[in-house]
C-alpha cells in the first residue's frame, strides 16, 4: 500500500511530518513536554527586565552617596519608569496587536530593555546623572510592553489549559528576579569596588547587570523561532479571522474588562506602596528591629514566588476564577484590618497577605483571555497595565503623604477603603457574568465540556 | 481638735488640688527675679540663669522655675493661693562654695512641689550599632564621654527668651564644652561650636503643640524640648543619652513609668508609644509627672523621615542612704528649695538614649532634638480624634451597607424569581386540569 491509501478520507492530509529531533517529544508543539520547555524561556523572557528594575532600590545608599544624590533625584529613577508607563504600555499592547505582531513586538522591547540598562551603566560610568535618567526612560519604554508581551504569549500558547498557573509561575520569576537582584548586587558592587573604585566600579557593576537583559534578549530571539515554528506545525494562524485591530475598538471592550481593570488597581494599591512604606511601621508599632521588621516587609514577595504557581495550578484544575479573586481580596482586607486595628504579630497578616496576593494573581489576569479575543489581547493587556501603572503611580505618592500627614492608622484605613472597592468590584463582576451566562467563574471541568463541544458545531 | 484641724486641711488641699486642673491662667515670666546687678556679685548674676514663671489661675497659682545654675533643672511649685511670689538669696546661690540650701524660697507654703534635674549627658561608642547604651558596661574602654552638665556655662536667658509666647531657651554656651580648666573669662579656644539646649514652653489653656510629636498640653503642664545641636563626636559611632531625675514632696510615693500602646499614630505619624513617667500613688492620686513619645528628630525641620526612636532604660530609686553620699545634686536649684530634705524626698532616676540601629549615628546630622511634657496633674491620654472616627466610619461604613444592601437585593430578587417560575408551574398545571 502506498502512502496515497493511507491517508485518511477527511480532514488532517495536510499535517506535517516532523523529522529527525523535530519529531521527539520535547520538540512536538502538540506535545505538553515542548509546551512547558518553552514556558522556560517564557519566563526568562522578562527575568532581566524585573532584575534590572530594581537596580537602584538595591543599591541605593551606594548611589546615593558616591553619585552625590538627594532621595528625591533618587526616586526620579523610579518615576520616570512608572509615569511613561502609564500611557506606553497601553500603546506597546497595541503595537503587538496591530503593527509588530508578538514575536517582532517582543524582540524590540526587549531591545528598548537593554538598550536603556546600558544607557544607565554608562551614565553611571560618566557620573552623568541626566545620562541614567535617559537610560532610565528608554528601559521603561521596553520593560513595561515587554511584560505585556509575555502575558500575550502565555495565552497563545496556554490558553483553555494552564493558563492560570502559567500566569503564576511568571509572577515568581518576576519576584525571584527582584530578590536575586537584591542579594547579589550590592555584593557584586563591593568586589568590583576593589579593582576599580568609585562611580566607575558603580558602572561596572551596572554594565555587569546587563547581561540578565542580554539573556531575556536571546530568550525574545528563542521564543520568536519557537512560536514561528508552533504556528505553523499546529496551524494557529487558520483559525485566525483574518481580523486587526482598530484604535476604536478600545471603547467597545467588554464592560467586564473594565471591572477587572478597577479590581487590578484596587488590589494593587493596597499592597506595593503599603510594603515601600512598610519597613518604619513594623519597627515602631511592633518593635522590631530593623532586620525583623525587614523580613516581615519582604514576607509577601518571598511567598508569592513560591505559591503563585502552585494556586494557579489549583486555579486550574477548578476554575471559577471570580471566586479566587473574591478569596484573595478578603484575606487581604482582613490582613489589613488585623494589621490596623490590633497589635497580633505581623508575621500572621503578613504571610497570609503573600498567599492571598498569589491567588489574586493567578486568578485575575487569566479572566482576560476569556473575554477577549485573541487579536485584541495585547492592547487589552496593555490598557489593564497602563491603568495598574497610574493607580500605583498615584497612590504612592498619596500613601506617602498620609502617613506623613496624619499616621499609618490612616493610611490603613485607606487601602481597606480600597479593598471594599475591590471587593464590590468583584460582586459587580459576578454579576455581570452571571448575567451574561457565567463563563468566568466555569468550574474547571465545564469549560473543558463546553470547549470540546465547540468542534461539532464546526461545518463537515 | 488637731485632727479636726487635720482633716481641714487635707480636705482644702485636696480641694485646690482637684481644682488645678486645666484651668485658664495667666502667665508671667521673670529673669534673675531679686538679683539687683549694680551690686557686684562675684561672679554677676547675669552669668546665672533663673527664669521664674508664674501661671495664675482662677483659685491657685503655679510657680516653676527653670534654671541653669549647677545642672539644668525645673523646678514647679504649687501655691493655694495668687499672691505668692519666689524669694532667692543671691549672695548665697551665686557661691560655687558656699552651701545652697533654702536660697530659694516662696512667701507661701507649698501645697505640693516636684521637680527635675539634669545631671549627665552620656557620649558613648555605640561598637555593634544596636542604640542600647546598656550593653556597654560603664569601664569598657573606648565607650563613654560623660559630659558632666554643671561644668557647662550658659547663655543668658533674655537672650533667647520670647515674652507674648511664653518660651524661654536655655542654651549652653560651645565654647567651655571640650574645655578642662575653665574660667569666666574665655580663653579656652576650642573650635567646637556645638549646643545643647532646653527649650521651656508654657501654657496659659488646652490645646496640642504644632510641632512634632504633637504632645498635648494643658495650662499645668510646661513642654520641654531638649536640642542637642552640633556637637563634635568624641567617637565614630557616638551617641547621646541624658540622665534625668524625677523628685517630689510626696511623702510616702514612689516614681512610676507607664507605657501605653496605641493604634493610633494621627497625632505622631509612625509612633505608637507613650511614656509617662509620674510620681504620684502616695498620698494623692496625682502628682507631677513627665511624659514623652518614644521620638527623637535629628533634623530641625522635624517629619516622619527624619524621625529616630528613644529608648528608656530602667528607673532607680534614690533611696535616703544613696542619696546622702552623692553630693552633686546639692548643685541645682531644686536642692536649693528643698534643702537637706531633698535627701529625703521620693526621687528616682533614668536615663534615656537616643537612636536607631542603622541610622549612621549622631554624626550624620550632628543634631537631635527630643520633646516631652513636664506637668502637675493626671498625664494626657491622646484619643483616637473625630475626624479618624467618621473617616472610618464613612470609609468602611459606606462600602459594608452597600453590600449588605446588594446582598439584600439580589436574595430578594432571586425569591420573586423563583416565586415567579412556582406560580407558572402551578399555573400551568392548573390549566391542565
Known sequence: ?460 | MAALYNLYVTFVIFFVLLHASEASRKISMQINPGCDTSIPHPPACDMKNIVYAKAEGPTDTIHYIFSTIGYPSVLTVLAPDTSGKVIIDWNKLLNDTTDWARTVNFTFEPVYSYGMIFRRLYEYNDHNDKADMSAYSPEQNDTWKIHDLKDMKWQPADKFIDQRHHVVTLQSMPQEWMCKNHTEVYPCKSNQTGTISFVWSLFGNNGRSSVLPHLEYNSNITHMDLVIDNIKPEYSKSRFAMEMFLMSSDKKSHTQSKDTKSIDDEYSPGVFKMTDWSTNMGDRPFGGFIQWKPVCYYKSARGRENASKVRKYGFVPKDAAAMKKDFSLQYSVPYAFFGARLHTLSMNATNVSFGLPKDKFYSKTSYTAWTASVGYGNPPVDKVSDVITIVIATGLGIPVILIIVGAIYLFIKKRLAKNKVMKDITESYSQIQ
Open chain 1, 1 to 460: 500500500m502506498d502512502k496515497e491509501e493511507t491517508k485518511p478520507l477527511l480532514g488532517g492530509d495536510d499535517e506535517e511530518e516532523l523529522t529527525g529531533c523535530g519529531a521527539t517529544l520535547p520538540c512536538d508543539p502538540r506535545r505538553w513536554l515542548h509546551r512547558f520547555l518553552v514556558l522556560i524561556i517564557m519566563c526568562f523572557l522578562s527575568f532581566g527586565s524585573y532584575f534590572c528594575y530594581d537596580n537602584p532600590a538595591a543599591m541605593q545608599d551606594t548611589m546615593e552617596s558616591v553619585l552625590h544624590l538627594s532621595t528625591s533625584q533618587f526616586m526620579m529613577f523610579y518615576a520616570l519608569y512608572s509615569w511613561p508607563n502609564v500611557i506606553l504600555c497601553f500603546f506597546g499592547g497595541f503595537l503587538i496587536d496591530r503593527v509588530f505582531g508578538i514575536r517582532l513586538g517582543a524582540i524590540i522591547f526587549a531591545a528598548f530593555v537593554t538598550v536603556g540598562q546600558v544607557i544607565f551603566a554608562l551614565g553611571a560610568y560618566i557620573n552623568s546623572y541626566w545620562t541614567m535618567n535617559m537610560g532610565r526612560f528608554v528601559f521603561g519604554l521596553g520593560g513595561e510592553s515587554l511584560a505585556v508581551a509575555q502575558n500575550t504569549y502565555a495565552v497563545s500558547w496556554f490558553k483553555g489549559r494552564e493558563l492560570n498557573m502559567v500566569f503564576g509561575l511568571q509572577l515568581s520569576f518576576s519576584r525571584i528576579g527582584s530578590t536575586v537582584n537584591m542579594n547579589v548586587m550590592q555584593p557584586l558592587y563591593n568586589s568590583v569596588q576593589n579593582i576599580i573604585p568609585g562611580y566607575q566600579g558603580l558602572g561596572v557593576t551596572l554594565f555587569l547587570a546587563t547581561i540578565t537583559c542580554g539573556y531575556s534578549m536571546c530568550c525574545a530571539l528563542a521564543m520568536a523561532y519557537y512560536d514561528r515554528r508552533a504556528a505553523r506545525i499546529l496551524k494557529r494562524d487558520g483559525g485566525k479571522t483574518g481580523e486587526v485591530i482598530q484604535l476604536k475598538d478600545v471603547k467597545d471592550f467588554p464592560a467586564s474588562l473594565w471591572v477587572i481593570c478597577i479590581i487590578c488597581v484596587a488590589y494593587y494599591v493596597t499592597v506595593f506602596p503599603f510594603i515601600g512604606l512598610g519597613l518604619v511601621f513594623f519597627e515602631m508599632k511592633f518593635d522590631m528591629d530593623p532586620s525583623e521588621a525587614n523580613l516581615v516587609n519582604s514576607l509577601v514577595y518571598v511567598i508569592s514566588a513560591g505559591a503563585s504557581p502552585v494556586f494557579g495550578f489549583l486555579i486550574d484544575r477548578t476554575g471559577k476564577n471570580i471566586f479566587w479573586v473574591l478569596t484573595g481580596v478578603t484575606f487581604t482586607l482582613g490582613c489589613h484590618a488585623i494589621l490596623a486595628f490590633t497589635f497580633v504579630n505581623p508575621f500572621f497578616p503578613m504571610i497570609t497577605m503573600g498567599l492571598a496576593y498569589s491567588v489574586l494573581a493567578s486568578a485575575l489576569w487569566p479572566m482576560v483571555a476569556l473575554i477577549i479575543p485573541e487579536y485584541q489581547l495585547g492592547t487589552a493587556y496593555g490598557l489593564m497595565q497602563s491603568i495598574q501603572n497610574l493607580g500605583l503611580a498615584i497612590v504612592a505618592q498619596v500613601a506617602g503623604s498620609i502617613v506623613d500627614a496624619k499616621g499609618y492608622l490612616l493610611l490603613e484605613v485607606f487601602n481597606l477603603a480600597w479593598l471594599c472597592v475591590a471587593l464590590i468590584a468583584t460582586v459587580l463582576l459576578y454579576l455581570m457574568d452571571a448575567s451574561k451566562g457565567g463563563k468566568l467563574n466555569l468550574a474547571a471541568w465545564k469549560r473543558k465540556a463546553l470547549a470540546a463541544a465547540e468542534p461539532e458545531k464546526k461545518p463537515l
